[in-house]
């Protein structure tokens, strides 16, 4: 089982910028709310730069959440999910990194 996502989690995408949830479910997890797929996603400070022009990071869309634990009817996420970074024009650009998680609560 891995570790649920919380608001506490260090999330990047693969080029440095910073991913921030905003928790729908009231659950906590050591302390900080979880976030669950449903929940919405920005990226900041991404430097993908493409020919020369910027062409950032902005959302993620989860496509792999836990398929075993939910919260507020929405599947939790756990360091083993799977999230797309992607651009303003809905560009794939990579998968997210979890950095660090909490471990005393997990999920699957």
Do not use: Y
């Amino acid at each position: 089982m891995a570790g649920l996502l919380t608001v506490a989690s260090v999330l990047m995408c693969p080029h440095g910028g910073t991913v921030k949830g905003v928790p729908t479910a009231k659950v906590k997890a050591d302390g900080a709310q979880i976030l669950t797929a449903d929940d919405i996603f920005s990226i900041a400070g991404c430097a993908l730069n493409i020919s020369g022009a910027p062409h950032p990071c902005v959302t993620v869309e989860w496509v792999k959440p836990a398929v075993q634990s939910s919260a507020s009817s929405s599947a939790t996420l756990t360091e083993e999910s799977v999230g797309l970074c992607k651009a303003v024009d809905e560009a794939v650009q990579g998968t997210v990194m979890v950095q660090f998680t909490q471990s005393r609560v997990s999920g699957r």
